[in-house]
């Protein structure tokens, strides 16, 4: 056995190899990239990789080595709105709410700015030192993270409400949708 196939856990076949590589990533990658990391055959990569395409998991995109994969940015957020929604309640999900609103006001307070896109345009001021930018970069990609997660819980919460208000459906209605409250 190679040192690469002892690093997969036991148990973990082709398929949940190359989808753990693929799933993964954050830049799209080759199915000979992919099926290496997988320590699959590039066929092997091919055969899943074009499944998770297929099942809406993976983005196939032309890059200059080719076609490159890379995971699906909807499938990823509607996963994470899903995990959110399943995973809190609506009292710590709005309490997370809060935590994001406070933490981008500080930040506005901090650089003297009203938006993210005034922050971004402050970084290429003269009098700010390296360390300076480097800040509000790091704050920049932190910011832009609150708002990505803000969405998302936003959509948790209504996700929630929406499930809340259905009734499941009975075994002699096929439109038996039934509001609470």
Known sequence: MSQRESAWLDGMDA???????ASTRTEPRNAGWIADEANVS??????????MVEQGDLEAVETDRGIGYKPDEVT???DEVRRLAEAHGVDELTA??????????????????????EL???VGRDDLTETERN????????????????????LAISLQDSLTTLE?????????VVERG
């Open 15 to 21: 398929e949940a190899r190359v989808r753990h590589v």
């Open 42 to 51: 590039r066929d092997t990569a091919v055969k899943y990789l074009e499944r």
């Open 76 to 78: 990823q957020f509607l």
């Open 96 to 117: 997370e709410l809060d935590a994001i609103a406070t933490e981008i006001e500080e930040w506005r307070e901090a650089y003297d700015v009203e938006s993210l896109s």
């Open 120 to 122: 971004r345009r402050s």
């Open 135 to 154: 800040d509000r970069l790091e704050t920049i990609a932190e910011w832009e993270y609150d708002m990505e997660i803000r969405e998302a819980i936003r």
């Open 168 to 176: 499941p459906f009975g075994d002699d209605s096929t439109d038996a």
